[in-house]
């Protein structure tokens, strides 16, 4: 790319994405439990080190909202130090998922799952930060925070109180009300929040940061607990770190028009920013796809703009943490209630319900939010495969009655044993001494379906009445009735015609006549 097409597109569309990043970076942090530096940190190496090896990009790396839950946890039982040794180690697993060209199976993952889980570290998030946008401090479950956010509510808590309303609104209105992505939201809203803060000299908490930032890296120490403690940590922020990174990789390829992302090569650049950010003390590093889609949509056309948008962040820090520490950390805390709302998409939400996988959303986001990650995630993934077997294992039966004294019942989907209880009620429903047409539109049927159609069918011709079975997409039945389950003697009471053969084109059909002791309607 030429000279002139950097500055005018890359260069601009780096600083939107600073802008929006310095802001989201101390928040997460702070909502981690992990020093603000280490946000910061890791939001420079996610866009210099994950910017130069990516292999999608225009997809811009950095601290996620998604993982926060997962760092608090982390932190708690193993320190910062630990937290940090165990986010190298999960960049180098990453690292040798993506040599392994394994980067496709962790789309293997369900979405619903993923989108689930988010939704429900969303949930966390949000009520965790509310407490901190109001003056208060959380507390150390979602269920704790849901429980005492009422008297969070009736407390009075003066100017936090007003900078945290204050931000929010702006966060909801400032993009219907200015259509520029030079001036982001976010920007916007923690600025004029520290403005209030100033001009009013309100007492409240403030942005912390080191004197001398390179002085005050924390670097890694392995925890001293057992290994079988410490490799479920290590496991789970490299698979939910790779798995939010590839699908936001996907979801940044449709944003544009440029080349398709090499998702393992995007698994070996986030296991290096990974690598580097535990090692000089920063959080787990992700594909983000709110500063990607802010990205694309500045105009950014090469990786330039994500490698510029990290030394933007790396000087500003250097040169500028005087203006940083103006910030209220009631502002960061209304930013983190918003992005963790976000992430629970009422969008997505529809289309689930409209493809009926909304249970599997909903049980995933509240098992995260109740319990915790891995407890979530697995009551989501057996939720999801549950609703798998029940559908392979599901058949619709439709009866209808076209003509008097004449019925129509038509079979689609797995007809299963499972399904048998079902079919006999509704085939024994019928009026007896009537002529019955059954359609198969079948994908599987097995030996116990099978019996139940016979057994049916001769009871049914025995009472006087008439059965012509015909066979579409497919040959179920009459495989069943002629091969005898695989001994080559006939086992149907039927006659089978008018058979085609396998090479014929267009849908299978086979018509069973009623047996000859039944009167030809």
Same mark, same amino acid.
């Given at each position: 790319m030429s000279a002139l097409a950097l500055f005018r597109?890359? !260069?601009?569309? @780096?600083?939107? &994405?600073?802008?929006i990043a310095i802001p989201l970076s101390l928040g997460i942090a702070a909502a981690s439990g992990a020093p603000l530096l280490a946000g910061l940190i890791a939001a420079v190496v996610g866009g210099m080190v994950a910017g130069m090896l990516s292999g999608a990009p225009l997809q811009v790396s950095g601290p996620a909202a998604g993982l926060t839950v997962i760092v608090a946890g982390t932190i708690a039982e193993f320190g910062f130090a630990g937290t940090a040794a165990i986010v190298t180690v999960a960049g180098l697993?990453?690292?040798?998922?993506?040599?392994?060209?394994?980067?496709?199976?962790?789309?293997?993952?369900?979405?619903?799952?993923?989108?689930?889980?988010?939704?429900?570290?969303?949930?966390? !998030?949000?009520?965790?930060?509310?407490?901190?946008?109001?003056?208060?401090?959380?507390?150390?479950?979602?269920?704790?925070?849901?429980?005492?956010?009422?008297?969070?509510?009736?407390?009075?808590?003066?100017?936090?109180?007003?900078?945290?309303l204050l931000t929010i609104t702006l966060l909801l209105v400032w993009s219907r009300l200015v259509k520029t992505t030079m001036l982001p939201a976010t920007l916007v809203a923690v600025v004029v929040a520290t403005v209030v803060a100033?001009?009013?000299?309100?007492?409240?908490?403030?942005?912390?940061?080191?004197?001398?930032?390179? @002085?005050?890296?924390?670097?890694?120490?392995?925890?001293?607990?057992?290994?079988?403690?410490?490799?479920?940590?290590?496991?789970?922020?490299?698979?939910?770190?790779?798995?939010?990174?590839?699908?936001?990789?996907?979801?940044?390829? +449709?944003?544009?028009?440029?080349?398709?992302?090499?998702?393992?090569?995007?698994?070996?650049?986030?296991?290096a920013a990974n690598a580097v950010s535990g090692t000089l003390g920063g959080l787990p590093v992700t594909g983000v796809i709110v500063r990607s889609s802010a990205n694309v949509a500045a105009g950014a056309r090469t990786r330039a703009s994500t490698i510029l948008h990290g030394v933007w962040i790396a000087g500003f820090v250097m040169a500028g943490?005087?203006?940083?520490?103006?910030?209220?950390?009631?502002?960061?805390?209304?930013?983190?209630?918003? &992005?963790?709302?976000?992430?629970? @998409?009422?969008?997505?939400?529809?289309?689930?319900?409209?493809?009926?996988?909304?249970?599997?959303? &909903?049980?995933?986001?509240?098992?995260?939010?109740?319990?915790?990650?891995?407890?979530?995630?697995?009551?989501?993934?057996?939720?999801?495969?549950?609703?798998?077997?029940?559908?392979?294992? +599901?058949?619709?039966?439709?009866?209808?009655?076209?003509?008097p004294g004449a019925w129509l019942v038509s079979i689609t989907g797995t007809l299963a044993f499972v399904a048998c209880g079902r079919l006999t009620r509704r085939l024994a429903a019928l009026p007896p001494g009537q002529h019955v047409a059954l359609e198969l539109h079948l994908d599987y049927l097995d030996h116990g379906a099978y019996e139940a159609i016979r057994d049916w069918q001769a009871s049914y011709t025995r009472s006087g009445g008439s059965v012509r079975v015909s066979e579409v997409h497919g040959s179920w039945l009459h495989r069943a009735g002629t091969d005898g389950l695989g001994t080559g003697k006939r086992t @149907?009471?039927?006659?089978? +015609?008018?058979?085609?053969?396998?090479?014929?084109?267009?849908?299978?059909?086979?018509?069973?006549?009623?047996?000859?002791?039944?009167? !030809?309607?």
């Open positions: 597109h890359d !260069i601009p569309s @780096s600083i939107v &994405v600073f802008l697993l990453q690292i040798v998922l993506g040599i392994t060209r394994l980067g496709r199976a962790a789309l293997a993952l369900s979405p619903t799952v993923v989108h689930g889980m988010l939704a429900g570290i969303g949930l966390v !998030i949000a009520l965790s930060q509310v407490h901190v946008a109001l003056g208060g401090a959380p507390q150390s479950s979602a269920w704790a925070n849901l429980r005492d956010l009422p008297g969070q509510v009736a407390d009075h808590h003066g100017v936090s109180v007003l900078l945290g100033a001009v009013l000299d309100a007492d409240v908490e403030r942005v912390n940061l080191p004197a001398d930032p390179l @002085s005050a890296l924390t670097f890694p120490r392995w925890p001293d607990s057992p290994a079988w403690e410490v490799l479920p940590a290590v496991v789970t922020i490299a698979l939910v770190a790779s798995v939010e990174s590839l699908l936001s990789a996907v979801a940044v390829d +449709r944003m544009h028009d440029g080349p398709r992302a090499n998702l393992d090569r995007e698994l070996i650049a986030q296991g943490a005087v203006l940083l520490e103006m910030i209220p950390m009631a502002a960061l805390a209304a930013v983190l209630v918003v &992005v963790g709302l976000r992430l629970v @998409s009422l969008a997505q939400i529809r289309t689930y319900a409209r493809h009926r996988e909304l249970p599997v959303y &909903v049980v995933t986001a509240v098992g995260v939010a109740a319990t915790d990650l891995l407890i979530g995630v697995g009551l989501g993934m057996a939720t999801a495969a549950l609703f798998m077997l029940w559908r392979l294992a +599901r058949c619709e039966i439709h009866v209808t009655e076209p003509n @149907s009471p039927c006659v089978t +015609r008018g058979r085609r053969s396998a090479d014929a084109q267009g849908p299978t059909r086979h018509e069973l006549p009623p047996p000859r002791h039944t009167p !030809i309607p």
